[in-house]
């Protein structure tokens, strides 16, 4: 299968201070990549869709100007959490579409974020 | 919003034994995704089924896309010890932009005590 990397795996931060995630599609090109926040013990919750080259959606409740998507190319893609707080502690996982016939989505390992 | 009902919530198996999950939905989907989340990292996927009452198998793991569309399940025949964690379905919808899937709440497998 497709292989998406995250980076960085674990990221321990003050309060107030800004963390940038990356998420890469390493063997195919991704026009679309999402970015989802999961709870202990929860399912994922879907915080935003990023698109090459235009600005990313986000969902309802999610504050754009505190989670800064940036798709730059068709394989990168960058969440920033600005100016953490401890609520901010969560799971941060990506996914990259991968379209073509058959349509599918694979995920990234997750980027563990705890703010102090 | 638009939600899969993933059932059971929880099993515990024991080795060698087999198990079934299913998520049912109210809308109909045109792709059906399963997924194994183990502690700590990201969901790896399973198998994914793109035709109504396709059946596809991955190793000991089958999964079908239920005729009407709206339901899907997977089986794990003669399960083993690294089975165990959480797996998820996610649907994908008719019509709907490229990309968001839909996921159920997942089925946690644990090995019985």
């Known amino acids: 299968g497709a292989v998406v990397s995250q980076h960085p795996s674990r990221v321990i931060c003050k309060s107030g201070t800004s963390v940038k995630i990356e998420c890469r599609s390493l063997?195919?090109?991704?026009?679309?990549m999402f970015w989802y926040r999961q709870f202990p013990k929860q399912s994922l919750m879907l915080m935003a869709t990023?698109?090459?080259?235009?600005?990313?959606?986000?969902e309802q409740g999610v504050e754009k100007d505190k989670f800064l998507i940036n798709h730059a190319s068709l394989t990168l893609s960058t969440l920033t959490v600005t100016s953490a707080h401890p609520e901010d502690s969560s799971f941060y996982i990506c996914?990259?579409?991968?379209?073509?016939?058959?349509?599918?989505?694979?995920f990234g390992p997750g980027t563990r974020l705890t703010v102090l | 919003g638009q939600q899969l009902n993933q059932s059971p919530q929880s099993m515990f198996i024991q080795e060698g034994e087999d198990v079934s999950m299913n998520c049912t939905s109210s809308?109909?989907?045109?792709?059906w995704l399963w997924y194994k989340q183990d502690p700590g990292e990201g969901p790896v996927l399973l198998i994914a089924?793109?035709?109504?009452?396709e059946l596809t198998s991955n190793g000991r793991l089958t999964a079908q896309f239920g005729i009407t569309r709206k339901d899907s399940f997977l089986n794990i025949s003669a399960s083993i010890p690294s089975d165990v964690g959480i797996y998820f379905c996610?649907?994908?919808?008719?019509?709907?932009?490229?990309?968001?899937?839909?996921f159920g709440k997942g089925t946690k497998l644990s090995v019985k005590p």
């Open positions: 990023s698109n090459e080259g235009s600005k990313a959606t986000y």
């Open positions: 996610a649907g994908r919808q008719y019509g709907g932009s490229q990309g968001n899937l839909i």
């Open positions: 996914s990259a579409f991968k379209g073509g016939g058959r349509v599918t989505q694979y």
């Open positions: 809308s109909i989907f045109n792709t």
């Open positions: 063997d195919f090109q991704a026009t679309t």
């Open positions: 089924l793109y035709k109504a009452g």
